[in-house]
């Protein structure tokens, strides 16, 4: 009867444990409140879009990260809470290329605009040829 006790409280210890780890390192994903466009010059293959995506990945309140390299666009998704489009141009300005913001907008002016919800690409690839990642110029990163 004393070791029931005992493996029950282990038990109980361990889901405890567990739980309290998990509320540490599970993290939910944020929803955009803002969508910035920014004019971006000097990206030319898919390692350009895997350097911006990264850096702008990097920044607190970035949800989501588009790169249009045939169109010249960054669009980036964010908690307007956290960053504000001035700031996303000049991390994207500092990994070596020209950025500018070009508009800002709600998430359902996005969804206005272009028919879908920021994050959902009807297709999805990158680069202009010239490295292994080929296919159309825009490239989904989340």
Request: hydrophobic share 40%; glycine share 14%.
């Amino acid at each position: 009867m004393n070791s029931n006790k005992l493996i029950t409280a282990m038990i109980a210890c361990a889901v405890v444990a567990w739980l309290i780890y998990l509320s540490f390192h599970v993290t939910t994903a944020s929803a955009a409140s803002a969508v910035a466009v920014l004019k971006t010059s000097g990206m030319t293959c898919g390692s350009c879009s895997e350097k911006i995506t990264g850096a702008l990945k990097a920044v607190k309140g970035v949800t989501h990260t588009e790169v249009d390299l045939g169109g010249g666009y960054v669009i980036v998704g964010f908690d307007a809470a956290d960053t504000t489009p001035q700031h996303l141009a000049e991390r994207v300005s500092k990994t070596g290329y020209g950025s500018t913001v070009q508009q800002v907008l709600t998430p359902e002016q996005f969804r206005q605009m272009t028919g879908r919800d920021i994050g959902r690409m009807a297709r999805a690839g990158g680069g202009c040829g010239c490295c292994s990642g080929g296919g159309p110029a825009a490239q989904q990163q989340q």
